[in-house]
């Protein structure tokens, strides 16, 4: 079973044809994970990207996620099979519940119980969350059991690095994924990471990429940009000092860009 890459292609955002040229972009220059979601009302974009991409099943990694309006008994399961349809794939890799639910009408035991059979009837290689907090990671690590939950997709970027919620992931086995990794834009602007692009002669994108791989946090930009994705995926070419990780590690300062009004209460 293939693992998922460290580095995906997010498709937030991304719409019609700009959402299928934009991964078939990503998948000529190599990325092998790409993220969706239910919500971002793209699957069938994607799906098309990867249908005429002419790579083998087997070698791609695919994210999507159900959306909270699904997330009960009868709705469930069949958005999963829609969600297949539209991604014209038999299973995703990776199935994550995108939004803890806001409301107090359907229970977490019951649409974790919910993922579970999705994984269980073979529409998911694995199951995971998104936005939870440390307290709902708890109680879905006891519905769902040690080892179920893959990964808790969360935002993360050098200027909120969620620290007690990687460090919770980290010790319960969870792979921690960060969206916004570069704080819409942000990181391109910060004199810190400027600076340290810099000196390794690197975009500042690459320079957290980077940085994120040395801290184990997974990561899944997007980009429209042949040149951009390329560039992102040859971050591997730098290597951080320690001097540098720190430095980074001290840009944190809690600006959260994502915060609906349906978020659960952050940590």
Known sequence: MKDMPQLGMGTFRLKGDEARESVSKALEVGFRHIDTAQFYDNEAQVGDAIKTSGLDRSELFVTTKVWHESLGDAHFIPSVHE?????????VDLLLIHWPYPGNDI???????????????GLTRHIGVSNFTIDLLEKAEKVLGKGEI???????HPFMQNKKVVETCKEKGIKAT????FSVGKVMKDETLLRIAQNHDATPAQVVLAWM???HIYAI???TSKVHLAENLAYGGVHLTDSELALIDDLDNGDRIV???FAPDWD
């Open 83 to 91: 969600s297949l349809e539209k991604l014209k794939l038999e299973y």
């Open 107 to 121: 229970s977490l035991e019951s649409y974790l119980g919910n993922l579970a059979k999705a994984k269980e009837q």
């Open 150 to 156: 893959y990964t808790n997709q969360i935002e993360i």
């Open 178 to 181: 960060a969206y916004m990794p």
């Open 213 to 215: 791989e040395k801290r």
């Open 221 to 223: 930009p997007s980009s």
């Open 259 to 261: 915060n609906p009004d």
